[in-house]
């Protein structure tokens, strides 16, 4: 395919967070879902502050309509699909037109989701289309530099939530260790400091969640 523009490297590399972001959050959506109705009420404003995002939910039931549903919620799921859309859109001279289709189910599942009584079907079609996105990431895009940044997209955005969600020291290395494997494939720019102080704290087990988060921020230069 040639160079990637500057731009389009951008739009890969947050192709692959936001699908990332929305595989995940939806997860930990749907257990507070039950969480929330049968024993803690309260689960929003944890999650809300594990996320560092303004807890504007009046009480769990906006906050299962908000953070689910609301496209005027910034932070909210179907606002992060529809960013990973967009970033689809753009490339859709990169990706497959299977691929594509993928992110677009999701987003009218997710839809469907909103208007259901009992949406844990539609929302589990959400993550089975997310998942077959990847999917054909890997079996119809032929370009490798296309594969890899959206890949590194994707590990960025999963260390990110796992750093906010207090993941244990051997899952944050592994994930850590998948991110270093695309980073050290694609040809971007990053911080070698911020690389370093990340693994050595990964290495001596001494993870300040804070400023591992701010060293993640600096790292790729996109």
Known sequence: MGIISVEKVNNLFWLGRYTQRVYTTLQRYNTGFDEMLDLDVHFFEK???????????????????????????????????????????????????????????AQFQLNAAKLSDAPLIELQSVTDNLLAFWGAVDDSIDDAMVRNLIKLGKKTELLDLKLRFRAENEELKRVFGQLDFYLHRVDISYDRV??????????KREVDEKTMLESLENLILV
Do not use: Q, W
Not at 75 to 99: C, G, H, K, P, T
Not at 194 to 203: N, P, V
């Open 194 to 203: 911020a690389y370093y102080e990340m693994a050595l704290a990964l290495e």
């Open 47 to 105: 999650y809300c502050e594990a996320l560092n995002i303004p807890n504007i939910y009046t009480d769990y039931e906006n906050f299962i309509k908000s953070y689910g549903y609301n496209t005027d919620n910034p932070d909210s799921i179907i606002s992060n699909l529809y960013r990973a859309y967009d970033n689809a859109l753009v490339l859709r001279d990169y990706i497959s037109s299977e691929a594509l289709a993928y992110i677009h189910l």
